[in-house]
C-alpha cells in the first residue's frame, strides 16, 4: 500500500509563503484523489484542499485564493503551495488518501 509524507513546513511570517510537499511511496497516478487536512491545537481536523487523479482541485473556503495545488507525476508529489500565511493557518498539515496518512508537518504562521 502507498505511504505518503509531508515536507516543508516551518515557521513563517504572517503575509509569508511556504510550500509543502506531499511524496508518495508510489505513483501517485494510481491514487484516486490526495487530500490535505489540517489540525490546530485543541481544534478539529478540517479538510483544507484536494486534488483528483484527473488533476481536478477543490479547496476550502477559508484557503481559496491563497492556496494551490499542484503536482509533478515524475516525482510522485503533489505540492501545496501557500501564499498570504494568516496566524490562522498554523496547524500541523497532513497528506492523505483518506485511508492512509502522512505524519503531518508543522506550520507556524507569525503575527
Known amino acids: 500500500q502507498v505511504q505518503l509524507a509531508e515536507s516543508g513546513g516551518g515557521l513563517v511570517q504572517a503575509g509569508g509563503s511556504l510550500r509543502l510537499s506531499c511524496t508518495a511511496s508510489?505513483?501517485?497516478?494510481?491514487?484516486?484523489?490526495i487530500i490535505w487536512h489540517r489540525q490546530a491545537p485543541g481544534e478539529r481536523r478540517e479538510w483544507v484542499a484536494s486534488i483528483t487523479r484527473a488533476g481536478a482541485t477543490n479547496y476550502a473556503a477559508s484557503v481559496k485564493g491563497r492556496f494551490t495545488l499542484s503536482r509533478d507525476t515524475a516525482k510522485n508529489t503533489v505540492y501545496l503551495q501557500m501564499n498570504s500565511l494568516k496566524p490562522e493557518d498554523t496547524a500541523s498539515y497532513y497528506c492523505g488518501t483518506g485511508s492512509k496518512w502522512g505524519q503531518g508537518t508543522q506550520v507556524t504562521v507569525s503575527s
Open positions: 508510489g505513483s501517485i497516478e494510481t491514487i484516486n484523489v
